[in-house]
């Protein structure tokens, strides 16, 4: 059972583009979505998050657009750059309690070509 | 600087050879997590431990095994009984009770069976 659905699988932009990646999850007790980036080789790095009462936050040119309603979260990267190419998760969570685990979405490949 | 640290960064396993990840942190945070990443699968849970000595299974365990009998270690074991072993494997950590909850992944180790 796949709990966060990401999409696209990959996607290709140019320089100065609006990508925009999507995740929906199932269980509505999840209460923390953070995106994060990997680059070729490297582990994923946090880059912004989002708890659910609050429908957008912005960090840079990265934000997180949230849909409780319709259990939807999106990530959106203003004025991409070619060093923005990397493969982006969606992740979500239950916080509080025992047994705390991200469950991850199954990535978008961004391209920015210049 | 504090961080995370996985070895080898490179690993060759002959069939039905038992190798050993390992995984260091030095954040002293409470959990740490082993995931495993495939092209096209996202990230998918092994193992995780919320405190020394104790650790649960993941969505994928079978064919691995883990210890945590130090707070900064976490290595994880790859057996002879898990057929398909050659994935990317990704060591996090998490400090429990700072309120959001992103992980601190390390750079990985690239597991490769000959």
């Known amino acids: 059972q796949q709990q966060v659905k990401q999409s696209p699988q990959s996607l290709i932009v140019q320089k100065g583009g609006i990508p925009i990646i999507n995740c929906a999850y199932e269980n509505t007790a999840f209460d923390y979505f953070p995106w994060y980036q990997q680059f070729p080789g490297k582990g994923p790095a946090l880059l912004i998050a989002?708890?659910?009462?609050?429908s957008e936050k912005k960090e840079g040119r990265f934000t997180i657009s949230f849909n409780k309603s319709a259990k939807q979260f999106s990530l959106h990267i203003m004025d991409s750059q070619p060093g923005d190419s990397a493969t982006y998760f969606c992740a979500a969570s239950k916080t509080g309690g025992s047994n705390y685990k991200l469950t991850f979405g199954k990535g978008t490949l961004l391209t920015v070509n210049p | 600087d504090g961080g995370i640290t996985q070895s080898p960064k490179y690993l060759f396993r002959k069939e039905g050879q038992n190798v050993t990840l390992s995984c260091e942190q030095n954040l002293n945070h409470d959990a740490m997590y082993w995931y495993r990443q495939d092209p096209g699968q996202g990230l998918r849970l092994i193992y995780y431990s919320q405190i020394v000595n104790d650790f649960q299974k993941g969505d994928i365990a079978e064919g691995y095994s883990v210890s945590r009998e130090k707070k900064e270690s976490f290595p994880l074991t790859v057996t002879s009984a898990q057929k398909n072993p050659t994935a990317f494997y990704l060591c996090a950590s998490l400090q429990q009770g700072a309120g959001m909850g992103g992980y601190t992944f390390g750079s990985g180790t690239r597991l490769t069976v000959v």
């Open positions: 989002i708890r659910p009462d609050v």
